[in-house]
């Protein structure tokens, strides 16, 4: 299995406080990124990462922001969770090599009250 | 119409059954292709790529329809353990990076 975690695995948060959620690899991949999942959804893409310090808005970028300071974290933080924002939340990495697999940490279930 | 499509299901088929899935995709310049499983509650799992020329992988099948843009899983003498959502996952080349087109994934059920 791919070496990335994700903490916290269960959260609940009340509306309006923010929340951060970190992904870590072991990987040392180029690219990661924040995907959300709901029913009758697919995963859903927030925002990604190609490299420390860049990266780049997803479909449903409203809301959340991200940060890269090492190559190996990456961060998402809802500025002030929304009950919209409940759902369950995992991080990607992939390579840069010509196959393109992405690999997904086990998720963070997040319930905003 | 949705970039990927796929059908919900469930299929539900007894243990040693054939069954197979299809994924739709409307992009014609989509590049790269994959099966994912995913069980319930947890992260979903390459299950296998999907190459111009299809592959096998022990009772699994994927093959690519550029013709008619579709890809399939055909999986052979189902397994109780094959239960689970089946996604498909189309990319195409973005700026600088793949962009990740995942279908809502198929769930399969197989009885005993």
């Known amino acids: 299995d791919a070496g990335i975690t994700q903490s916290p695995r269960h959260k609940v948060t009340e509306t309006g406080t923010p929340v951060t959620l970190r992904c870590h690899q072991t990987e040392n991949h180029r690219y990661m990124y924040w995907y959300r999942q709901d029913p009758g959804h697919g995963l859903r893409l927030i925002h990604y990462s190609y490299g420390v310090k860049d990266t780049d808005k997803g479909e449903v970028s409203d809301g959340y922001s991200v940060s890269r300071s090492k190559t190996e974290d990456f961060l998402l933080t809802l500025e002030s969770a929304t009950s919209s924002q409940t759902s369950v939340y995992f991080c990607?990495?992939?390579?840069?090599?010509?196959?393109?697999?992405?690999?997904f940490g086990p998720g963070t279930r997040l319930t905003v009250t | 119409r949705k970039e990927v499509e796929q059908d919900p299901g469930p299929f539900n088929v007894p243990e040693g059954a054939t069954v197979a899935f299809n994924c739709t995709y409307s992009n014609s310049a989509s590049q790269s292709f994959f099966w994912y499983r995913q069980d319930c509650r947890k992260e979903p799992k390459l299950l296998m790529s999907?190459?111009?020329s299809g592959n096998e992988d022990g009772r699994f099948t994927a093959q690519l329809n550029r013709a008619s843009q579709y890809i399939s899983l055909l999986i052979r003498d189902s397994k109780l353990s094959d239960s689970a959502t089946y996604l498909c996952v189309v990319t195409s080349e973005g700026s600088g990076t793949y962009k990740y087109i995942f279908g809502t994934g198929t769930r399969l059920k197989v009885l005993a």
């Open positions: 999907v190459y111009s």
């Open positions: 990607a990495i992939s390579g840069t090599s010509s196959v393109v697999e992405q690999y």
